[in-house]
């Protein structure tokens, strides 16, 4: 009798399913702001902790990171697993509108969040280069329109789309 069931529970074993990388959905909530000009102190200042304030306040928020660049900052919410991310982003969205009165005017318009999977991450990058055909970036194009979507859909340091020259100025990474 224990042999059938050790023999049993052998061949039930390589049946198991075993994930490498298992399914996690952890509801995350990325709020980027931007401020043109503004050193990364002041955006520390004037914009992070005010925000930061009102979002320690949400129920089941497990932690709050934030990065402060040349201009722009970007505030990364991450909550308890059993968090509705559809109720914690109305929570953020009503965070952000009290902290709105205490953000400096000079802002071209309100902080922006997003719902975020850091599952859904990229396992393996693979990347391609060509000896004979030149990269995108390098190519001249006569406007901002002209250029190629790859190129558009790049970012500058301070986080703005590409596609809004005003904002990014000739600082583009």
Not at 19 to 38: C, E, H, K, N
Not at 127 to 155: E, F, G, K, M
């Amino acid at each position: 009798m224990t042999a059938a069931l050790t023999l049993a529970g052998l061949a039930a074993y390589r049946h198991l399913p075993v994930a490498a990388l298992p399914r996690i959905d952890i509801p995350t909530i990325s709020v980027s702001t931007s401020l043109p000009g503004a050193s990364p102190e002041t955006m520390t200042n004037t914009v992070s902790t005010p925000l930061i304030k009102e979002f320690s306040t949400i129920p089941s928020v497990r932690e709050i990171s934030t990065t402060n660049v040349q201009g722009a900052s970007s505030i990364t919410l991450e909550f308890a697993l059993e968090r509705d991310i559809d109720l914690a982003a109305a929570d953020v969205q009503a965070a952000i509108a009290r902290a709105q009165p205490q953000l400096p005017a000079e802002m071209r318009g309100s902080p922006v969040y997003r719902k975020l999977n850091p599952s859904d991450a990229p396992v393996v990058l693979i990347v391609l280069r060509s000896d004979t055909y030149p990269p995108p970036a390098t190519r001249r194009a006569r406007s901002h329109r002209d250029l190629p979507t790859l190129v558009c859909n790049r970012r500058c340091r301070s986080g703005h789309d590409l596609r809004q020259p005003e904002v990014c100025g000739a600082n583009p990474a």
